[in-house]
């Protein structure tokens, strides 16, 4: 059973560069079986779809995002990794990492138990 | 791209069946029979309970079962119990290769 567990820190100043790291544990990233991902939820809003990373590196982004989201693969940690630059304070957030088998096309059917980041001077 | 359209709440009595509606458009729920369903209990993650518009994930109960028609998706909730309560989001694949989600429904049980 996959386990993902995101880290990072929880305060970032705006204009700044907002950067998470999921670890993965009961399986592989360098994997075919799945896609990597990540979510975001306002305090009190709905969810909003970032986007995801294959294992060969192939990325889809959201595309109101795309121009400040970056995602990459540390294949000797397991680990993948969020960065989205320019933040404000409507970047503020709880952020989810999830995976999703790679037969099934839904934004995660594992998610990790979320990281809030604030955006505050 | 914009949220799928969902109704704020929804509520029912225990035992009863309550339905949660998802409205999108052509480029996204219309488009393909790619509809997921989340609940979200407060303060958890939220958990993958209906994928592809009607299949269920291992585990989770037959109470929970979706469908589609045109550019609407529903979630129904059968026999609902307290434990039920929870907000529900769906999501669809769209034209854009991305993913958008609801705006949620949160299911009251009376």
């Known amino acids: 059973q996959l386990q993902l567990q995101e880290s990072g820190p929880g305060l970032v100043k705006p204009s700044e560069t907002l950067s998470l790291t999921c670890t993965v544990s009961g399986g592989s990233i360098s994997s075919s079986t799945y896609y990597w991902g990540w979510i975001r939820q306002p305090p009190g809003k709905g969810l909003e779809w970032i986007g995801n990373i294959y294992y060969i590196g192939n990325t889809y982004y959201n595309p109101s995002l795309k121009s400040r989201v970056t995602m990459s693969l540390d294949t000797s940690r397991n680990q993948f990794s969020l960065k989205l630059s320019s933040v404000t304070a409507a970047d503020t957030a709880v952020y989810y990492c999830?995976?999703?088998?790679?037969?099934?096309?839904?934004?995660?059917?594992?998610w990790g138990q979320g990281n809030l980041v604030t955006v505050s001077s | 791209q914009s949220a799928l359209t969902q109704a704020a709440s929804v509520s029912g009595s225990p035992g009863q069946s309550i339905t949660v509606s998802c409205t999108g458009t052509?480029?996204?729920?219309?488009?393909?029979?790619?509809v997921s369903w989340f609940q979200q209990h407060p303060g958890k993650a939220p958990k993958l309970i209906i994928y592809?518009?009607?299949n269920r994930p291992s585990g989770v109960s037959n109470r929970f079962s979706g469908s589609k028609s045109g550019n609407t998706a529903s979630l129904t909730i059968s026999g609902l119990q307290a434990e039920d309560e929870a907000d529900y989001y769906c999501s669809s694949y769209t034209s854009s290769v991305s993913y958008v989600f609801g705006t949620g429904t949160k299911v009251t049980v009376l």
């Open positions: 999830a995976s999703h088998d790679a037969t099934v096309v839904t934004p995660g059917d594992n």
């Open positions: 052509s480029s996204d729920v219309g488009g393909y029979n790619y």
């Open positions: 592809d518009v009607t």
